[in-house]
């Protein structure tokens, strides 16, 4: 038998070593794997509770209805900043309500210096959930070092706020502004084509006008006004302050700031906006104090909120039994297909509410609405879905998060209910079409087009061509055609006359007042009110069960969203500085915005004043 030659023998030697480095590999990446798996459902959160702590709402980062979708290499990349993190709103409210009758939770410490946004109809929420705890006799404490706007709305429910000697309370009230693109377009050679229906031309402004119209101006002020007087209401309401203080102290501040020798946290406290000011050593000292412990490293004993409440619904692999009540909800953006959480997909959510209709024991069903629109294909595949719901016998209650208008106000007028929170935008019923092309830049660039086709209209809708007359005529009569249609669904799903309807549309947004003043919604509330209503239209008596319903995880993405809920969600731009971030939005905007635009007929539904919501 014949010897294996000497490079024969090399290649088989090199060979052997790469498969074992590659099994070896392999095996050392699955004890990784299962390493990780341990982490996640079997440590931290096995930590013995104290015996008597304060309940931590250190909310960092962003307060969302739903969070977003989580890619494998954002999962893994690690702990991201405040600015770049995701909360979830139900997670804030469950485990500051449980808390009130825990025994071992002696008070509730706010700690807001890294919450990024959270709007005022999430904080009237918020607000209310705290309002249960006080009712159990236990101090809330807010404590910051810098109160913004958003957060001070938080402190202020608290029973005594400390600020840090060196901080301020900045408030200014709340704005409106946007950018518009008709110069930068026509800058840049872009033919942008917009077909609207109606009057009101807010839809279509940003890309047909360098400024706000004066009807637009009218209107955003009078929702802001709306706005800014409840936030205004409520912080003098807990501060025990004058009607008007707030205001006063906003139209004042550089006087009163000068008066108290630029010394913004003495004047804070002055006006009556914080208590105490303590820096960190002695409020945490202060805090011992309160909450009646301490841990091995002389801090307060608190336990994070999202730690508690991981505590007090566990992951579970079974499914929901009994009669109920199921929450679907609807964050983000309308688009055509399947979509990710964070964005509402026409197909991915008309999936979920018909195979949420057809399990056993669900007897009504919420949607929880958070969107300003998009899509007219997808926004009717949802509005379908729902009437098969109701359909089937189950009463469908939408409840209304910070914004649910145009789109949003689409898939929701036919529901049994509309439930609004006191600080909710709404309406912008109206339809746009909107597409760019590009002829005039690639004529300037030397590239031109031409050629023949079989009729008048072949190749009309490219976008290296001028648009066809024709077809233009053509898309403006689809538009009126979808925003009739539009304003026959309001009329029939509110009991409203068409013309009553065309008075209140246009594109115009309403307040939570207003709407239900004009008969937009049925009544304002929280989303645990809606859920009771819904409840009582299926016949659900005390003690029946409330299932929040979410798309059915594969394990592999069950993992990653447990991964997520660790450390939160990476943004766009991990990396970037809040400077940079904010020079480049403009830009990042209208890209955002032309992704977004999907509709197969790009038809829209698409409240674009919405943008700047407070």
């Known amino acids: 038998m014949n010897k294996p030659s000497l490079l024969r023998r090399i290649f088989s030697g090199f060979w052997t070593g790469l498969t074992w480095f590659r099994l070896a590999l392999s095996n050392i990446l699955f004890l990784v794997f299962l390493g990780l798996i341990y982490v ?172 706000m119209s004066p009807e637009e101006k009218a209107l955003t002020e009078r929702w802001l006004q709306d706005l800014w007087g409840r936030y205004t209401a409520l912080v003098e309401e807990r501060r025990e302050l004058e009607p008007g203080a707030i205001d006063r102290f906003i139209a004042n501040y550089h006087s009163l700031l000068a008066e108290a020798g630029g010394d913004s946290a003495r004047l804070a406290r002055e006006q009556g906006l914080v208590d105490r000011l303590l820096v960190r050593s002695d409020a945490n000292d202060y805090l011992v104090q309160v909450v009646g412990a301490e841990d091995d490293e002389g801090f307060y004993e608190a336990v994070f909120f999202e730690g508690y409440i991981a505590r007090q619904r566990p992951v579970s692999f079974q499914p929901v039994i009994g009669d109920r009540v199921a929450v679907v909800t609807a964050e983000g953006n309308i688009m055509s297909g399947e979509q990710p959480p964070g964005t509402i997909g026409g197909d991915s959510l008309s999936r979920l509410l018909r195979q949420t209709a057809e399990q056993e024991g669900v007897k009504a069903m919420v949607l929880r609405v958070n969107s300003g629109g998009g899509s007219v294909f997808a926004s009717e595949r949802i509005r379908q879905a729902l009437a098969r719901v109701r359909a089937q016998g189950v009463p469908v209650v939408v409840s209304m998060g910070s914004l649910a208008a145009s789109g949003g106000y689409y898939i929701a007028a036919e529901a049994d209910q509309i439930w609004a929170t006191p600080a909710t935008l709404t309406g912008s019923i109206g339809v746009f079409m909107a597409f760019p092309t590009f002829e005039q830049l690639l004529d300037r660039a030397g590239i031109h087009t031409d050629g023949v086709g079989t009729t008048s209209l072949a190749g009309s809708l490219r976008f290296d061509r001028p648009l066809n007359p024709q077809v233009a005529q053509s898309l403006a009569s689809g538009v009126n055609f979808t925003y009739a249609g539009f304003l026959d669904l309001v009329a029939a799903g509110r009991g409203m006359e068409r013309a009553q309807v065309l008075e209140l549309a246009e594109g115009k947004v309403w307040s939570a007042a207003d709407a239900l003043r004009l008969g937009l919604v049925d009544e304002l509330g929280s989303l645990r009110e809606a859920i009771a209503s819904a409840a009582e239209l299926g016949g659900l008596e005390e003690g029946y069960q409330v299932e929040y319903v979410q798309e059915p995880l594969s394990p592999r993405d069950l993992l990653l969203q447990q991964l997520a809920s660790r450390i939160g969600v990476v943004a766009p731009w991990p990396g970037l500085g809040a400077g940079v971030q904010q020079l480049v939005q403009p830009l990042a905007s209208v890209a955002r915005m032309l992704a977004e635009m999907n509709d197969p007929a790009h038809l829209y539904m698409r409240c674009l004043s919405c943008s700047a919501l407070p």
């Not at 913004?148 to 901080?167: F, H, K, T, V």
Request: no cysteine; glycine share 6%; charged share 20%.
């Open 40 to 211: 996640l459902y079997f440590s931290g959160g096995q930590q013995p509770m104290p015996e008597r702590a304060a309940l931590l709402l250190n909310l960092a980062g962003t307060v969302v209805e739903e969070k977003s979708h989580v890619s494998p290499l954002q999962a893994l990349l690690g702990e991201p900043a405040p600015t770049e993190r995701e909360v979830l709103l139900r997670d804030v409210l469950d485990s500051i309500r449980h808390a009130a009758g825990d025994p071992a939770i002696s008070a509730l410490v706010m700690e807001l210096d890294y919450l990024v946004a959270s709007g005022i109809s999430k904080n009237l929420e918020i607000a209310e959930a705290i309002s249960v705890f006080k009712a159990s006799g236990k101090p809330v404490i807010a404590v910051g070092d810098y109160f913004s706007q958003d957060q001070y709305l938080l402190a202020s429910q608290a029973d005594e706020i400390i600020l840090n000697p060196m901080g301020a309370v900045p408030l200014e009230g709340f704005a409106s502004y946007r950018n518009h693109f008709r110069e930068a377009l026509e800058k840049a050679s872009v033919s942008m084509h917009v077909f609207r229906a109606g009057e009101h031309k807010s839809m279509a402004e940003p890309f047909l006008r360098d400024d």
